[in-house]
């Protein structure tokens, strides 16, 4: 009963967060809508019995990637309105196509999986934390380390593409252009 | 109607699916449509946790994690080369990419 109501009342307020975040014409609306919805998401993953990765859904999304959004609209002009794409008749259809198409394979999975049994079930007298670990550290310890790697290299990109002198392209500029450059790297040197 | 089982999760992660796939095709500014990928990336989440609570595997929690790492790293570059590409350029509408275009 309660699981009723709650699924449905977070599911219509994701549904309308999510739908001003696509349609509204200002940036920050759509930031703090996005943001109100990945909180309400992850109150599914707590009714759903998966405490852990409702906490990472908060902590990552709000904290981390929210964060980052609004570092990066400072950067850019957020004020003025956003224009929008002109109305395309192959797109409505096709997007029409996909989602018939998407909720004929969600009503026919079922019937092509009654018998799927568990690789990895859940442990009982485990905490969702505790039987996480587990799994994580023993039969997904390879991909683990690798994402690790991955948010490695994705930092150190952040870092360089943020940085001073990115705005120059050697590619894009002229022999004599080059040389300034070079010359007041020297004198600067030298000095 | 009350008992809510693995379709309702699955419904409402299509529903935010083509949610996210509206704002894909309708957007022009690249910021706004790293939102909406955001939004496909955790329409795809829910549906995963669903699936790992109702046939009690922690499958699909796993991938749930590893989508979030890649999101993360995926918005970390993303953001870095549109920082780069305003210095440039003072824009980031997606027409004002087209230099490859010959």
Redesign the interface.
């Known amino acids: 009963?309660f699981?009723?109501i709650a699924?449905y009342l977070f599911?219509f307020l994701?549904?309308a967060m999510?739908?001003i975040?696509?349609t509204t014409s200002q940036?920050l609306y759509?930031?703090s809508a996005?943001a109100a919805?990945?909180i309400f998401?992850s109150a599914?993953?707590f009714i759903?019995?998966?405490d852990?990765?409702g906490a990472?859904?908060i902590i990552?999304?709000t904290g981390?990637?929210m964060a980052?959004?609004a570092?990066?609209?400072m950067?850019?002009d957020?004020t003025r309105e956003?224009?929008?794409?002109k109305?395309?008749k192959f797109?409505i259809i096709g997007?029409s196509t996909?989602?018939a198409v998407?909720?004929v394979a969600?009503?026919a999975?079922?019937l092509v999986s009654h018998n799927?049994t568990?690789?990895?079930?859940?442990l009982e007298g485990a905490g969702n934390t505790q039987?996480?670990g587990i799994?994580?550290f023993t039969?997904?310890l390879v991909?683990f380390e690798v994402?690790a790697i991955?948010?490695l290299?994705?930092?150190v990109?952040?870092?360089?593409?943020?940085g001073k002198k990115?705005?120059l392209?050697l590619t894009l500029m002229n022999a004599e252009e080059i040389k300034l450059m070079d010359e007041e790297i020297n004198k600067k040197v030298l000095s | 109607m009350m008992e809510i089982g693995l379709n309702h999760y699955l419904v409402l992660s299509t529903i935010l699916f083509a949610i996210g796939l509206v704002g894909i095709m309708r957007r022009k500014n690249l910021l706004l449509l790293f939102f909406a990928t955001e939004i496909l990336l955790n329409s795809v989440n829910i549906s995963f946790a669903a699936i790992s609570h109702y046939y009690g595997d922690l499958t699909g929690q796993m991938f749930a994690f590893f989508v979030i790492a890649i999101a993360a790293s995926e918005l970390a570059v993303g953001l870095g080369l549109l920082i780069v590409w305003h210095k440039r350029h003072g824009t980031i509408d997606l027409d004002s990419m087209s230099s490859m275009r010959g």
């Not at chain 1, 956003?82 to 794409?85: D, Q």
């Not at chain 1, 990109?157 to 943020?162: D, E, F, R, S, T």
Request: aromatic share 16%; proline share 4%; charged share 5%.
């Open positions: 009963m699981e009723a699924f599911a994701t549904i999510f739908f975040t696509v940036a759509a930031l996005l919805g990945m998401i599914f993953f759903l019995g998966a852990f990765l990472v859904q990552v999304y981390a990637v980052l959004y570092f990066g609209m950067f850019f957020t956003v224009k929008e794409k109305g395309n797109i997007l996909l989602a998407m909720v969600i009503f999975a079922p799927i568990a690789l990895y079930p859940m039987s996480v799994v994580l039969k997904y991909p994402a991955m948010l290299v994705a930092m990109a952040g870092i360089v593409l943020a990115m705005d392209s």
